[in-house]
């Protein structure tokens, strides 16, 4: 039996995400492990509500952002106010594509992550 534990976006400026993980969609750091030597950090963003995390991987040494090919893969966030959501999203100016058909919409993160947005049902 497996259980969902964690995903993991590489990033590279860690206090540009964190700021926008927080502002954009509630998370808050729950862990941080470092590297002794300071070539990395992981930290851990949660919810408060599931066990689920996000994980952040920053490397020092890297400064070339990462190839993301065509965002087919993502991360989907339920939000309880759809609407309060979307305007949210629209004020932050991190809105990248919409679906008005399937009720969805996608935020990309500072590193160009996509997030699809859905509602709760």
Known sequence: ??????????????????KFYEDALGLKEVRRLEAPDGSWKLVYLGDGVTDFSLE????????????????????????????????????????CFENPEMGIYFINDPDNYWIEIIPKK
């Open 56 to 95: 952040l991987t920053w490397l020092k040494d890297r400064t070339q952002p990462y190839n993301l090919g065509e965002n087919e893969f993502h991360l989907a966030f339920e939000s309880a106010d759809f609407n309060a959501a979307y305007e949210k999203h629209k004020k932050m100016d991190c809105i």
């Open 1 to 18: 039996m497996f259980t969902f534990n964690h995903y993991n976006f590489n990033i590279l400026n860690l206090e540009k995400s964190l």
